[in-house]
């Protein structure tokens, strides 16, 4: 079982930026595919981005253009670099590891969650 540990969630006002981490407690490049999900209040847990262990990614349309993944293996580590945030954007978001690809990510470890909040 991985460990995921997730950081960098805040309160922010609408069109500001964030930029969240997800520390894994193994190799990182062991795992073919890593994940952002984000869970909004009465809304069911969405994907928002994935990163394969060869940099391949993949992102929601709600978010492209906005958000970039990005992994450094070294650190085993994950980020989502949150721009141009929207009310829309609140959400606990979710660091995810799975042995599937890009958006077949099939997660079989979940970080804790860390709470964005966009004010307007």
């Known amino acids: 079982q991985v460990q995921l540990v997730e950081s960098g969630g805040g309160l922010v006002q609408a069109g500001g930026s964030l930029r969240l981490s997800c520390v894994a407690s193994?190799?990182?490049?062991?795992?073919?595919?890593m994940g952002w999900y984000r869970q909004a209040p009465g809304k069911q847990r969405e994907l928002v981005a994935t990163i394969t262990r060869y940099g391949s990614t993949d992102y929601a349309d709600s978010v492209k253009g906005r958000f970039t993944i990005s992994r450094d293996n070294a650190k085993n580590t994950v980020y989502l670099q949150m721009n141009s945030l929207k009310p829309e954007d609140t959400a606990v978001y979710y660091c995810?590891?799975?042995?599937?690809?890009?958006?077949?990510?099939?997660?079989?470890?979940w970080g804790q969650g860390t709470q964005v909040t966009v004010s307007s």
């Open positions: 995810a590891a799975g042995q599937g690809w890009g958006v077949l990510i099939r997660p079989s470890s």
């Open positions: 193994v190799s990182i490049f062991s795992i073919n595919t």
